[in-house]
């Protein structure tokens, strides 16, 4: 028997920056504060994106200032710029 996650969605409507690392988070599966490809790559297939692994490879390229392979820090202004831009979010104004 398999058993499925359930992830919280993303909040309807406009979404502010914060609600934004709040639901991301729960994709953080090793807990370490960053997020990975793959684990933004989980969060986008949870939203029923078409191509995740593609949207969340580019993403990576777009947002990952240092090359660590992760979001962390300030790169996490730049993929809520990101999602807002490029994956037709709702997103509230910028906010960092």
Same mark, same amino acid.
């Given at each position: 028997?398999?058993?499925?996650? =359930? =992830? +919280?969605?993303?909040?309807?409507? @406009? *979404? *502010?920056?914060?609600?934004?690392?709040?639901? /991301?988070?729960q994709?953080?599966? %090793?807990? %370490?504060? +960053?997020?990975?490809?793959?684990?933004?790559?989980?969060? /986008? +297939?949870? /939203?029923?994106?078409?191509?995740?692994?593609?949207?969340?490879?580019?993403?990576? +390229?777009?947002?990952?200032?240092?090359?660590?392979?992760?979001? %962390?820090? %300030? @790169?996490?202004?730049?993929? =809520?710029?990101?999602?807002?831009?490029?994956?037709?979010?709702?997103?509230?104004?910028l @906010?960092?």
């Amino acid at each position: 028997m398999a058993f499925m996650r =359930y =992830y +919280r969605g993303l909040p309807q409507g @406009e *979404t *502010t920056a914060e609600e934004f690392r709040a639901w /991301l988070s729960q994709f953080d599966a %090793d807990g %370490d504060g +960053r997020i990975s490809r793959e684990e933004l790559e989980e969060a /986008l +297939r949870s /939203l029923n994106l078409w191509f995740a692994w593609w949207k969340a490879r580019e993403a990576m +390229r777009a947002v990952d200032a240092n090359r660590n392979g992760a979001v %962390d820090g %300030d @790169e996490m202004g730049r993929l =809520y710029a990101f999602a807002h831009k490029h994956l037709h979010l709702k997103m509230n104004q910028l @906010e960092e």
